[in-house]
């Protein structure tokens, strides 16, 4: 009898560790926690939509569409996060969305795909630190 109960004592803490992960999981996809990040700086080859979270969807009960556009050329971002994919039906494809600063509206931000980064490989999100390509840290 002393057994049954410490099992369910203890599915119940796995129950409850996995629901705190999953609802902090939902919280890191809108915008990041305000604090200094460094600014990583890309080179996007088309301008590109810039959206309120990286996997765009019905989260608010409402389809989301872009809350603004980073234009094409060289930028920055502060970091990246795995999101939904963005893709061109020819095998082209990106799941990494990055937070920065927007061209439009002026002084808004949002997430842009990785998918519109130059040079890029599908599932990459790297900068160019001066000597290589690194990965843009993760939010």
């Not at 803490?13 to 999981?25: G, I, K, N, S």
């Not at 590109?48 to 996997?55: D, L, W």
């Not at 970091?79 to 039906?89: F, L």
């Not at 519109?116 to 160019?128: I, P, R, T």
């Amino acid at each position: 009898m002393h057994f049954r109960a410490a099992t369910t004592v203890r599915n119940t803490v796995v129950l409850l560790m996995a629901l705190l992960l999953a609802l902090a999981a939902d919280v890191s996809l809108a915008a990041p926690q305000a604090h200094a990040y460094n600014k990583y700086w890309i080179t996007t080859f088309t301008p590109a939509s810039g959206y309120p979270n990286p996997v765009c969807g019905t989260s608010n009960g409402h389809p989301c569409g872009p809350n603004g556009y980073l234009y094409a050329g060289s930028n920055y971002v502060f970091c990246r996060a795995w999101g939904a994919e963005v893709n061109d039906g020819q095998g082209n494809f990106n799941r990494w969305w990055l937070w920065t600063d927007l061209d439009t509206p002026a002084g808004s931000q949002g997430w842009v795909s990785a998918y519109y980064l130059s040079g890029q490989g599908n599932d990459q999100a790297d900068y160019w630190n001066g000597s290589r390509w690194v990965p843009i840290p993760n939010c």
